[in-house]
């Protein structure tokens, strides 16, 4: 988990009572998450902003998903009457019209289809800039979704936490860097066996990461496919 890895690394949110752990490295993102901002369309909420002072669920009590909900009201200072219970619950909840809406993660998701199979349902799309203010939280990545993801609602931009392989600076740089050539060599195989894993993706949505440092094993195989590396990604020990 990206965000928990930028967390441990600065001693922040639910790892802000231990020390710093700056020696993560990335390895490979292996799936992308998408949070999505759903709300019934009778509704009339069109933006974020209009979630103000409106019953909502920031997503499943306890979690990264509610964590990054309230990060992202804060950053750009909405704020719901948020209503804190598990996705079934807010889910309920939002047919029988007690909520506006929730925050679900995973695209598609079932539940999402689920409520959209008895209410009209909206996911709201975040503006460009919204978006470069909500992905400086943790570095978070920007993503588009087309409108054939869910039947009769509109293409929305949102924001990705991503899912990856993590180890420490002092792992062995050729074992590091068999790990990632594994991957990639068997890319399709793994597509199949997991069809959320990010198959031909993985390489680009790795080398793009905003909040880490690459392992020096991971840099040298994607150099080596040709992959240029940003200079925000190369670790101290590798300057």
Not at 111 to 121: G, H, N, P, R
Not at 133 to 147: L, N, Q
Request: hydrophobic share 40%.
């Amino acid at each position: 988990d990206i965000k928990l890895a930028w967390e441990a690394m600065r001693a922040k949110g639910v790892f802000q009572k231990d020390p710093p752990a700056p020696d993560l490295r990335l390895l490979l993102t292996t799936m992308t998450n998408g949070y999505q901002f759903v709300v019934r369309k009778d509704s009339g909420i069109k933006t974020i902003y209009d979630l103000e002072g409106k019953d909502f669920n920031p997503g499943l009590l306890g979690g990264t998903t509610e964590t990054v909900a309230m990060d992202i009201f804060n950053t750009l200072g909405v704020k719901p009457k948020l209503r804190h219970m598990n996705n079934n619950d807010a889910v309920e909840a939002v047919k029988n019209g007690t909520l506006v809406g929730w925050v679900q993660t995973v695209v598609p998701a079932a539940l999402v289809m689920d409520v959209a199979s008895v209410k009209k349902i909206h996911i709201i799309s975040f503006s460009d800039k919204d978006m470069e203010k909500i992905t400086k939280i943790v570095g978070f990545r920007c993503d588009k979704y087309p409108a054939v993801i869910y039947s009769g609602v509109e293409a929305f931009q949102t924001v990705d936490n991503e899912w990856a392989d993590f180890t420490m600076k002092d792992f062995p740089e050729e074992l590091a860097y068999k790990w990632v050539k594994t991957i990639y060599e068997h890319k399709a195989e793994l597509k199949q066996m997991n069809t959320g894993f990010l198959g031909d993706r993985f390489v680009e949505v790795t080398t793009s990461a905003q909040a880490c440092y690459l392992h020096p094993g991971a840099i040298k195989f994607y150099r080596e496919i040709g992959i240029k590396i940003p200079e925000r990604m190369i670790p101290p020990e590798m300057k």
